[in-house]
């Protein structure tokens, strides 16, 4: 079992930084693959970025270049860093685990509760 527990989220304007964080209890987290989803109102929850057990990323076409995850095995945490918000970004971030790789056609066992980021304009 995988407990995981986002923190960051918050209120920004148009252009600012966020950076959120995923910390996860359990064992073996070098062994899984870490991944951010967003569902805004109204919509489908949607693939952002993921890192894999070996840290290789892969990201949405909407964030590539603005959005860096990455993973720091001793602290068992993930991040995803979120420059030159918009507001289209608003949305509940979830973060998510799954054993070694998560693609967008991913369906990850283990989800957090999630964090409100708001962007506005």
């Known amino acids: 079992q995988v407990q995981l527990v986002e923190s960051g989220g918050g209120l920004v304007q148009a252009g600012d930084s966020l950076r959120l964080s995923c910390a996860t209890e359990g064992r073996a987290f070098s062994t899984y693959a870490m991944g951010w989803f967003r569902q805004a109102p109204g919509k489908e929850r949607e693939f952002v970025a993921a890192?894999?057990?070996?840290?290789?990323?892969s990201y949405a076409d909407s964030v590539k270049g603005r959005f860096t995850i990455s993973r720091d095995n001793a602290k068992n945490t993930a991040y995803l860093q979120m420059n030159s918000l918009k507001p289209e970004d608003t949305a509940v971030y979830y973060c998510a685990a799954q054993k070694f790789v998560i693609t967008i056609a991913t369906m990850p066992a283990y989800w957090g509760q999630g964090t409100q980021v708001t962007v506005s304009a």
């Open positions: 890192i894999n057990w070996n840290s290789l990323t």
